[in-house]
């Protein structure tokens, strides 16, 4: 079966920094792009960040550029978010998400339970 | 970036009835668009992609149809766990991006 266990959320200072963990298990994690979806609370879901298969080819929404780092571990069967210069609005679960096999950037057919992140002094 | 505007907010219907959801993109998305549910305290899981393709182990109540930029996602009868919020997502171009979300609830 499949599972991504996304680990690493808190709360942290604004300006501060957290480093999110997922951990892939019951399929060929090198074979997929995978994505980091964040939702802060009551409202809709954003898309954060996606990388291939081999850690290329990353891109990120705007708010989150030069702040954030999408990166994976293959032999790990980990994808990771390190997360600097946080700021209030980055306030959110963040998901873990794998992009359907053959796909570059989505559609998302396997979720984690997400992470919560709080940013707040 | 393509912005997705999803109507209505919220319906409210009644088990058995369909539901008929609806996505529109600021720009043709061609058919690149995904529908995902949402349910209470539980992660998105994928319906739709590729505007009709349903994905694996979902029901046939489930449907998605349109093009360019406007799109509906079906659920032919609603079951008691359909109950839920339910958001379109493009690929077409990075970003990436969903729409608002339609709740549908209980009448």
């Known amino acids: 079966e499949v599972h991504l266990v996304e680990s690493g959320g808190g709360l942290v200072q604004p300006g501060g920094s957290l480093r999110l963990s997922c951990a892939a298990s019951?399929?060929?994690?090198?074979?997929?792009?995978m994505s980091w979806v964040r939702q802060a609370p009551g409202k809709g879901l954003e898309w954060v960040a996606n990388?291939?298969?081999?850690?290329?080819?990353?891109f990120y929404v705007d708010s989150v550029k030069g702040r954030f780092t999408i990166s994976r571990d293959n032999a790990k069967n980990s994808l990771y978010l390190q997360m600097n210069s946080l700021r209030a609005e980055d306030t959110a679960a963040y998901y873990c998400?794998?992009?359907?096999?053959?796909?570059?950037?989505?559609?998302?057919?396997?979720w984690g339970q997400g992470t919560l992140v709080t940013v707040s002094s | 970036e393509i912005v997705l505007t999803q109507s209505p907010a919220t319906l409210s219907l009644s088990p058995g009835e369909g539901a008929t959801l609806s996505c529109r993109a600021s720009?043709?998305?061609?058919?690149?668009l995904a529908w995902y549910q949402q349910r209470p305290g539980q992660a998105p899981r994928l319906l739709i992609y590729?505007?009709?393709k349903r994905a694996t182990g979902i029901p046939a109540r489930f449907s998605g149809s349109g093009s360019g930029t406007d799109f509906t996602l079906t659920i032919s009868s609603l079951e008691p766990e359909d109950f839920a919020v339910y958001y379109c997502?493009?690929?077409?171009?990075?970003?990436?991006?969903f729409g608002g979300g339609t709740k549908v609830e209980i009448k």
């Open positions: 019951g399929f060929n994690f090198g074979t997929h792009c």
């Open positions: 990388i291939k298969q081999d850690g290329s080819g990353i």
């Open positions: 998400a794998r992009v359907l096999v053959d796909y570059i950037s989505t559609p998302f057919d396997c």
């Open positions: 997502q493009q690929r077409r171009e990075w970003p990436l991006t």
């Open positions: 720009q043709s998305v061609t058919n690149n």
């Open positions: 590729d505007t009709s």
